[in-house]
Nanobody
């Protein structure tokens, strides 16, 4: 079955950086676009990055553009989210996601906390 496993979260000071990883199994990884979402307490889940199956096209919303970068290594079945210049407002659980045959699949999430 489809599995997505996020890692790399943690506590970081404002202005710091983190790189999140999402490793997928149970599906043809190199054929799927992968997305990163985040959800802060009391807020809706929002997309923060997306990358096409071959990695040629990425989508970064204005809210994090210039600070977040998404990339992938299909040989390692892993997508990365590089986050720089982190702000307290980036504190959230971060999830990776694929859409397959009409169904959304999510990982368990990794917590990012930006605080001094």
């Amino acid at each position: 079955q489809v599995q997505l496993v996020e890692s790399g979260g943690g506590l970081v000071q404002p202005g710091g950086s983190l790189t999140l990883s999402c490793t997928g199994s149970g599906f043809d990884f190199s054929s799927y676009g992968i997305n990163w979402f985040r959800q802060a307490p009391g807020k809706e889940r929002e997309q923060v990055a997306g990358i096409t199956f071959a990695g040629r096209t990425t989508n970064i919303p204005d809210s994090v553009k210039g600070r977040f970068t998404i990339s992938r290594d299909n040989a390692k079945r892993t997508v990365y989210l590089q986050m720089n210049s982190l702000e307290p407002e980036d504190t959230a659980a971060y999830f990776c996601n694929i859409w397959s045959y009409g169904q959304n699949y999510w990982g368990q999430g990794t917590q990012v906390t930006v605080s001094s």
